[in-house]
């Protein structure tokens, strides 16, 4: 099994709707992340959160909120999609323990926006 | 300027040879430097990490890190068609910091 799950793994919506993706992970990690993939930008990062009561913005945070519902666990919502939001979707998780901040990715989910 | 930077590519080697990608970064105060292979509509996987300046060897890959050049590579030794994929470079900025960034990845082909 995967230690990091994403689900779906592919969503087709339409414009103005509210989605959901879901991210849960049984490594045990406290950090959390939710990134956006588009082809020639790479990963950018939209949030982020250290622990259940801890969430912050990253780069590219607009128009997105999340949940972190347990340690495990971690939603980002689309409130009124677009179709500049099409992209592929990566949640990743990282040990506070390790220094290093290595992150494990889940398998991604990727979104159309019609 | 971009805080992470790599060539685009495509970088095409053939099969057998070494091929060598580059990054470079603009934060003198970065201290963790990876690179994960990505392949095409799957999730990034890492394959190296380096701290410290000089050569880390792990099987056919090399990562060598230069912080005063603030320039780290990865070396494929004896190239196969199994390493056509995209290699993102991330960096993080000190340790315990939360966030990488990751370069836009360099597109490796491997002719055989």
């Known amino acids: 099994d995967a230690d990091v799950t994403q689900t779906p793994r592919n969503r087709i919506t339409k414009t103005g709707k509210r989605i959901m993706l879901e991210c849960s992970q049984t490594?045990?990690?406290?950090?959390m992340y939710w990134y956006r993939q588009d082809p020639g930008l790479g990963l950018r990062l939209i949030y982020y959160?250290?622990?259940?009561?801890?969430?912050n913005k990253g780069e590219i945070s607009d128009g997105y909120s999340v949940s972190r519902q347990a340690q495990a666990k971690f939603s980002l919502s689309l409130e009124s999609a677009i179709p500049n939001q099409t992209a592929l979707y990566f949640c990743?998780?990282?040990?506070?323990?390790?220094?290093?901040?290595?992150?494990?990715f889940g398998a991604g989910t990727r979104l159309s926006v019609l | 300027q971009k805080e992470v930077e790599q060539n685009s590519g495509p970088l095409s080697v053939p099969e057998g040879a070494i091929a060598s990608l580059n990054c470079t970064y603009s934060?003198?105060?970065?201290?963790?430097f990876f690179w994960y292979r990505q392949y095409s509509g799957k999730s990034p996987e890492l394959i190296m990490s380096?701290?410290?300046?000089g050569d880390k060897e792990d099987g056919r890959f090399t990562a060598q890190l230069n912080k005063a050049s603030q320039y780290v590579s990865l070396l494929i030794r004896d190239s196969q068609p199994s390493d056509s994929a995209t290699y993102l470079c991330?960096?993080?900025?000190?340790?315990?910091?939360?966030?990488?960034?990751f370069g836009t990845g360099t597109r490796l082909t491997i002719i055989p």
């Open positions: 380096i701290y410290s300046n």
């Open positions: 934060d003198r105060g970065s201290q963790s």
């Open positions: 991330a960096v993080n900025q000190n340790f315990g910091n939360e966030k990488l960034t």
């Open positions: 490594k045990g990690h406290d950090r």
């Open positions: 990743a998780t990282s040990d506070p323990g390790q220094l290093s901040n290595i992150q494990y």
């Open positions: 959160s250290f622990d259940v009561k801890d969430i």
